[in-house]
Nanobody, 125 residues
């Protein structure tokens, strides 16, 4: 499975931005997809994930209510809608995928075997 993330950019605080992640390869075996981010000088952190079979979602407390993760009916495009962006949201955003049996709740890096290269989001104050 390969993942291609896009949609990052430079926006002002309060703006909205959509991130996209397109999986390729054996996508029918993907059971869970998630978004993580890494700010300068900080560890990578969980943002959101979605169960590709049932559609259940999970969010970190820092983005809950502002970000929405979703996928299309074909399950071949992952979307992260980000609203009311804050300077603290500035980071490189990564999409990730689990293929096959999922162990865990989807909020840990170690659960994901496949990672995209990341897309930069910069929020100015």
């Amino acid at each position: 499975v390969q993942l291609q993330a896009s949609g990052g950019g430079l926006v002002q605080a309060g703006a909205s931005l959509n991130l996209f992640c397109v999986p390729s390869g054996s996508i029918s075996l993907i059971t869970n997809m998630g978004w993580f981010r890494q700010a300068p000088g900080k560890e990578r952190e969980f943002i959101a994930n979605i169960d590709m079979r049932g559609g259940n979602t999970r969010y970190s407390d820092t983005v809950k209510g502002r970000f929405t993760i979703s996928t299309n009916d074909a399950k071949d495009n992952l979307l992260l809608q980000m609203n009311n962006l804050e300077p603290e949201d500035t980071a490189v955003y990564y999409c990730a995928a689990v293929r096959g049996l999922q162990i865990g709740d989807g909020s840990h890096e170690w659960e994901y075997a496949f990672w995209g290269r990341g897309t930069q989001v910069t929020v100015s104050s």
